[in-house]
T-cell receptor
Framework: GAVVSQHPSWVICKSGTSVKIECRSL??????MFWYRQFPKQSLMLMAT?????????EQGVEKDKFLINHASLTLSTLTVTSAHPEDSSFYIC???????????????FGPGTRLTVT | GESVGLHLPTLSVQEGDNSIINCAYS??????FIWYKQESGKGPQFIID?????DKRQGQRVTVLLNKTVKHLSLQIAATQPGDSAVYFC??????????FGTGTKLQVIP
């Protein structure tokens, strides 16, 4: 089956620094990738939709200048948390759509997530 | 705004019994609903989906029921196993490619 990977799986950074999280589709080309954030014991909240070769579409309330998304290729999207603060500590999950095998618009493969801790 | 939510945060079930996880949704215009399973420290895993024009769909050991009259969705797991222990989310496939997740129910299987 299709696999989506994330790197790193966990990261600890100091307040004020930036951290980059990678999301890769390993065996398919993903024209669309999604980034979610999940706080402990809470649900996944969609942050942005990333389309290859174009600017990401951010959900209301998500700061585009703080959460930089780049989808430069059909297999890689990156999320950079700039000037991270402790309140940015969360579980970040990406997902990707395979337009050739996933018929329904909502279908997507999820990555394993990245645990970010800002100290 | 529109939302998908769950009432029971934790459900404890004896191994071998059937589990029923419930979900209330508020967006009557949703075309499809999905159930996901999330194990600790991992991403969501697709379980089963159902279109809004259906009221029941069965998979392997799982059944999803949709009651549009009361905007209620449920996931039934037959013969619950320890490996079923996880957090279960209902979700709405609303908008272009977007998925809106509910609040989740933790299923604990008692051996």
């Amino acid at each position: 089956g299709a696999v989506v990977s994330q790197h790193p799986s966990w990261v600890i950074c100091k307040s004020g620094t930036s951290v980059k999280i990678e999301c890769r589709s390993l065996d398919f080309q993903a024209t669309t990738m999604f980034w979610y954030r999940q706080f402990p014991k809470q649900s996944l909240m969609l942050m942005a939709t990333s389309n290859e070769g174009s600017k990401a579409t951010y959900e209301q309330g998500v700061e585009k200048d703080k959460f930089l998304i780049n989808h430069a290729s059909l297999t890689l999207s990156t999320l950079t948390v700039t000037s991270a603060h402790p309140e940015d500590s969360s579980f970040y999950i990406c997902s990707a759509r395979d337009p050739y095998t996933q018929v329904m618009a909502y279908e997507q493969y999820f990555g394993p997530g990245t645990r970010l801790t800002v100290t | 705004g529109e939302s998908v939510g769950l009432h029971l945060p934790t459900l404890s079930v004896q191994e071998g019994d059937n589990s029923i996880i419930n979900c209330a949704y508020s967006n009557s215009a949703s075309d499809y609903f999905i159930w996901y399973k999330q194990e600790s420290g991992k991403g969501p895993q697709f379980i089963i989906d159902i279109r809004s024009n259906m009221d029941k769909r069965q998979g392997q050991r799982v059944t999803v029921l949709l009651n549009k009259t009361v905007k209620h969705l449920s996931l039934q797991i037959a013969a619950t196993q320890p490996g079923d222990s996880a957090v279960y989310f209902c979700a709405e496939g609303g908008g272009y490619q977007k998925v809106t997740f509910g609040t989740g129910t933790k299923l604990q299987v008692i051996p």
